[in-house]
C-alpha cells in the first residue's frame, strides 16, 4: 500500500475524469438522500476534501478531517477543519451524531481501525454513510486483469467488499439500514460512451444489483442493555395520563357496581 496522501491525491485526479465524474454525480445523491433525516449536533466528513457529502444535512455544525485539507474556496463551508489521521480522529468518545466517509477504507492500510474509529467518535444510534468500489463488478474485474491498466484509481488496490464490510460491521455492533449499488455501465473512458449505455443503469438496478461499479451503505451504532431516558416533561405528562386512566377506570366501576344493585 502506498501513501495514503498520494492515494487520496491519485483517487481526486481520477475522479476528474468522465468515469470518476459520472461516479461522482451518483454518489452525491446517495449521499444526499441517506443524510437529509439525520438529526443531532455535530456532522463529520472524513476524507474526500473537493467534495461537500453533508450539503443536504441540516445538522448546524458541520466539520471536516482528513489527511488533505480542502482548499481555501470550500474551507468557509466547513464549521470547522482539522488534518488527521482517519485511524486516530482527534475527537471525544461519543462526540459525533453523523459521520459520512467517501472511500476511506481503500485509502488506508489499516481499515478495520478506521471502523473502530468511527465506532469510537459516533453517539450511541448515531449513523456513518461511506462509499466504496465495488470488487464484484464489472469495473472491479476490467481492474485486475493482469495484462493491461489498471482501471480505477491505486486505492482501488485495497476495495473493500459489501460482504466483508458487514462481517466488519457486525463485530463492531452497527447495524446496516440502508444501502445502495449504482454504476452499471461498462468501464468506457469517455462521456459519450457512458451516455450510450445510460440504459444499463436501470436494467442491472433490477435484473444484477449487486453488480454496481460503486456502493454507498448506510450503518448505526447499537449500544448493548442502551435506554433512552425522556425528558422530565414526557415522564410528567405520562403519569398524570395514567392517574386519569386509573380515575375514569374506577369511576366506570362504581357506575357498574351501582346499576348492579
Known sequence: MSDPSTCIVELARWFETDPGRYVQAWEQQQFDAMVTDVFGYHALQVGFPHMDLLSANRIP???YAGIVLPEKGLARSWSGC???????LPFDTSS???LVMPHGLECTGDPHQVLREVHRVLVPEGRVVLSGFNPWSLWGFRHHLPWIKPWLPQPAQSQVSVARLKDWFKL????IDRGRFGC???????????QRHAFMEHAGDRWWPVCGAVYVVSAVKKVAGM????PAWKRKMRRRGARAATGVAVQNTSAQTHRAE
Request: glycine residues 0%; neutral net charge.
Open 61 to 63: 455544525f458541520k466539520a
Open 82 to 88: 482539522v488534518m488527521a489521521q482517519p485511524e486516530a
Open 96 to 98: 459525533v451524531d453523523l
Open 172 to 175: 463492531l455492533s452497527f447495524d
Open 184 to 194: 452499471y455501465v461498462p468501464p468506457c473512458r469517455t462521456e459519450k460512451w457512458i
Open 227 to 230: 435506554r433512552l431516558i425522556t
